[in-house]
């Protein structure tokens, strides 16, 4: 999956880093995620890993863009509604991979150490994925996909 195209269904929200606003609105996507089983609901899953994309970037990380919560998924054939399917083009991935407890915010300490490098971005898709070294969030392994030229 890191360099093939990929399917995901899940449920999205536009939000931007400014004035903290993802800081909100993220952790409220997770929230409606995990206590609506969103999981459960996905249709044609290829696994239970959960994926966070960040995507239709208006510029870069400091302008609006589209986060999606969901999995990866054979096809988009079927998407159930309030719903968004999408499909991640082939790309290259500069991959980091913060470890550590969920709650001290390791995943979100890791995007500002991202924004701050000089990595020649494309901000088309990037994306975290939940797979099952993510499953103790107390000792947790998440790897995070920066598009890059």
Not at 86 to 103: Q, W
């Amino acid at each position: 999956m890191h360099n093939q195209e990929f399917n995901v269904i899940g449920i999205s929200i536009r939000t931007t880093n400014e004035n903290g606003q993802s800081a909100k609105d993220i952790p409220a996507l997770w929230n409606t995620f995990l206590s609506k089983n969103i999981v459960g609901k996905i249709p044609n899953k290829i696994s239970q890993d959960i994926i966070c994309i960040y995507t239709d970037y208006e510029k870069d990380h400091t302008k609006p863009y589209t986060t999606i919560l969901g999995c990866v998924v054979e096809n988009l054939n079927s998407i159930p509604e309030e719903m968004v399917g999408i499909t991640i083009p082939n790309s290259n991935y500069e991959k980091f991979t913060p470890k550590g407890n969920l709650a001290d915010g390791i995943v979100y300490n890791e995007w500002l150490k991202i924004w701050e490098l000089n990595l020649k971005r494309t901000f088309t898709s990037d994306f975290e994925v939940y797979g099952a070294k993510a499953q103790n969030p107390e000792n947790a392994e998440v790897d995070i996909y920066i598009a890059i030229k």
